[in-house]
Structures are given as C-alpha cells and as structure tokens.
C-alpha cells in the first residue's frame, strides 16, 4: 500500500491554504438515484440491491475481526481497507463491514498500480448494509490516475484528537503544534502525512450517499490537480458535508492564529478540478464556503443542492465556466460579515453564471452585486420553510417558495 504525502500552497489575497498530503476519494460511473425528500441520512437506503450493489456482489470483504493476510472472502475477510481496496479489479465491489470503524493510523494513499476502473466497470467501496455505513476515520487518497471508482454509503468521520498540524496565517504548518480538540492547538509532534481532508487527483471518479465531516478542524473535500494533470469528470452526489473547519470566531480558542483566520480558509468542497458534477447533496455548517471554486478549474456544476449556515454558500474564485443553478442558499454568515454572501465571488474567472436559485436570510446579502459572474433568474428573500434546519432536516413545507430547488426534486 502506498502511503502518498504532498503539499501544495495556494495564495489568492484572500485565502491562503497549505494542503498537506491531499487525500482523495470520489468515484462514480453508475448513477444511484434517491427518490426521497426526507434526507434522515443524506441517501440511505435499506439494502445493496437498492443501492444499485447487491449482496451477492460483494466481491472481496473487509472486518475488524480480519487479517490482511486472508483471502478477503466473506469467511476470511481481510482487517484493513488498504488491503480491501489495492485488492479490487475493475468491476469489483469491496465491501466494509457495516457498523465497523476503520482506522489505519495514516493516511492512505492508492495509486493506478493498486487500483482503478474501467469505463463501465468502476471498482466500487461500500458497506455491507447502507443503512448501517462503515467508517474511515483517516484520509484515503486516489493519486493521479486512480480513475473510475465509486465510494458509497461509508461515513468519513475524523474522530478528536488526532496529531493534526495547526496552520498559522499564511497557510504554512506550525512546527511542533497540533490540533488537540475542535477549535484548539496544543503543543505536540504531527507526522507530515496528517491532514483533515479527502481529495481526489483521478477522473471519473465519485463520492456519493456518504457523510463527511471534519468535526470542525479543516476543509473536507478539495478536488486538485498534482501537476501531471486535471482530475477531470468527478462527482460529488447525495451526500452531507458539514462541519468543515472551526468556528469563525473573533478570539483565538487556543489556536496560534485567530480561528477567525483559521476558519476563513476551511470549505466543504473546494474544487480546482475539471468537469466537476456537485449535486444533490445537503452542505452545512461549514467555516467558510459550501462549495469554492479556484485554482484554476474550469466547467463545473454545482445544482440541486442545499447550502445552509456556511460562511458563504457558492463562492467563484479564478475558476472559469462553473454554473449553480437550482440551489437553495440560505443563513449564510460568519464573523467577518460582508463577505457572508450567499453566492459570491473574489477575482471570478469568466463565464461563471448563476442561475435559477432560491435564496434567504445570507448575512451579507443574497447575490454579491458586481460579483463578477453573471446572475439571472434567482429567487431572493425566500424563505424555504425548512421542516426543522436546527435538526438539518430540510424537507420543504408544501407552501415552500423554493418548491422545485434542492435536492432530490424533479429537474425544471
């Protein structure tokens, strides 16, 4: 298994960000449609076969109770999901034993050697029920050439503490201090490989039904590029992300920066890619952006989602050509006001549009005027009348205003 450890330094004047061993896992050529508006779990399912994987096709297994030396059948299952995954061919589905927690105590790299799909026959890691989802508690990546792999139904859950390196302003790790608990540093060593992050370098790559958080340490998904290539055609549906980044506060809580700094820099999603499809999915309670767009991306669509309570929702930076539509942006605010847009932008690439989207209640203003995108169509000052977005329950009341926006609803 190869353990793959990078850093990469982002500056755009305004977010500065060190990515430190970016990780990676998306994957998606089947479509797996949910057909509920009443997201308890954000695409659960009651079993494989309504998943689109059913039992029977469980190629190779997974179990706390395993060893990595077994032959990864269901009677002899392998421990780890590093030995489940370089084990898949394409075609191949891998499952995790459902209600299991796994943690291989560094971060997980896979490269093309090890794994990948074929157009049509993706390698596909899952859960063996979907209504009781494994999971990963460290960062898995798909380096540059892992492409056509489907992760689905498995929750992504950093658990605190972990020796996770703190940042100072510029973006750059501070020696000798790391993450101890939500919102606080502490004095301590971090291998160079941690970070709180899934990220993804292949193509056609997709992460779908699954439940990402940071518990509120850092950015959850970034999508970017290694220099040998665009991650391209990737796919992020049915899912919940929250939780990315700490609070943005105006007191430090411990850090070596203000978490006002530190949570500026922390999105649910972070695309730099090419092609990417953002759908479906319910993004909140996110330090900064729901979804940002930079570092040089291009033709991305982000539709049907809904982004509540993030410090901004959509947000265009360099990239060019991206276009949300049919969203539903709502309470956007963070301790920086004026910024806390629910759809705006900072030296937007062109040909960036905005359209069709119900919006309320964004801190600074619905649509950032001048923003440089083009915006037409959006519906503002329009409550959604969530069931209960206290409870992250965003089922919309009959008389909802934004009827036809969101997840899960019937395409316009």
């Known amino acids: 298994m190869a353990i793959v450890a990078r850093s990469a330094f982002r500056h755009d004047r305004r977010r500065s960000i060190s990515i430190a061993?970016?990780?990676?896992?998306?994957?998606?050529?089947v479509s797996i449609l949910w057909t509920t508006t009443t997201p308890a779990r954000a695409g659960q399912v009651g079993s494989l076969a309504q998943a689109g994987v059913?039992?029977?096709?469980?190629?190779?297994?997974?179990?706390?109770?395993?060893?990595?030396?077994?032959?990864?059948?269901?009677?002899?299952?392998f421990r780890s999901l590093e030995k489940l995954a370089s084990s898949l061919r394409a075609?191949?589905?891998?499952?995790?034993q459902s209600g299991e927690t796994f943690d291989s105590g560094e971060n997980v790299g896979l490269i093309p050697a090890e794994m990948h799909g074929e157009a049509g026959m993706p390698v596909t890691i899952t859960s063996t029920d979907p209504a009781e989802p494994a999971t990963i508690t460290h960062n898995l990546t798909l380096a540059y050439g892992v492409n056509y792999?489907?992760?689905?139904?498995?929750?992504?859950?950093?658990?605190?503490?972990?020796?996770?390196?703190?940042?100072?302003?510029?973006g750059e790790g501070v020696s000798n201090e790391i993450i101890?608990?939500?919102g606080k540093c502490t004095a301590g060593a971090a291998s160079s490989e941690d970070a709180v992050q899934i990220g993804v370098d292949g193509k056609d790559d997709s992460l779908t039904y699954d439940d990402i958080t940071s518990n509120d340490t850092n950015i959850c998904i970034i999508l970017g590029g290694d220099g040998r290539g665009w991650p391209e055609g990737n796919v992020i549906e049915n899912d919940r992300i929250h939780n990315c980044g700490p609070p943005v506060e105006s007191t430090s809580s411990g850090f070596p920066i203000a978490n006002e700094e530190w949570g500026w820099h922390a999105h649910g999603v972070y695309d730099s890619a090419h092609g990417t499809i953002i759908k479906n999915n319910y993004i909140y309670d996110n330090s900064r952006d729901g979804v940002l767009f930079h570092g040089g991306g291009e033709g991305a669509v982000v539709e049907h989602n809904i982004l509540d309570h993030n410090g901004a929702g959509v947000w265009f930076g360099e990239n060019t050509n991206n276009r949300a539509a049919w969203n539903i942006i709502t309470n956007s605010t963070s301790g920086r006001d004026v910024v806390d847009y629910g759809i705006g932008s900072y030296e937007a690439g062109v040909g960036n549009v905005a359209t069709n989207n119900c919006l309320d209640g964004n801190e600074s203003g619905e649509i950032e005027p001048h923003g440089g995108f083009t915006a037409s169509d959006n519906k503002t000052g329009a409550n959604p009348l969530y069931a209960n977005a206290a409870q992250h329950e965003y089922t919309l009341q009959a008389d909802s205003p934004c009827l036809g926006y969101g997840p899960n609803s019937a395409q316009p």
């Open 149 to 170: 792999v489907v992760i689905t139904h498995v929750d992504f859950n950093w658990s605190m503490p972990k020796p996770w390196e703190c940042w100072n302003a510029r």
């Open 180 to 182: 101890s608990a939500p």
């Open 91 to 96: 075609g191949q589905v891998g499952c995790l």
């Open 54 to 77: 059913s039992s029977q096709s469980c190629s190779l297994y997974a179990s706390n109770g395993g060893s990595d030396s077994s032959n990864g059948s269901q009677a002899a299952p």
């Open 21 to 29: 061993a970016l990780v990676v896992v998306l994957g998606l050529s």
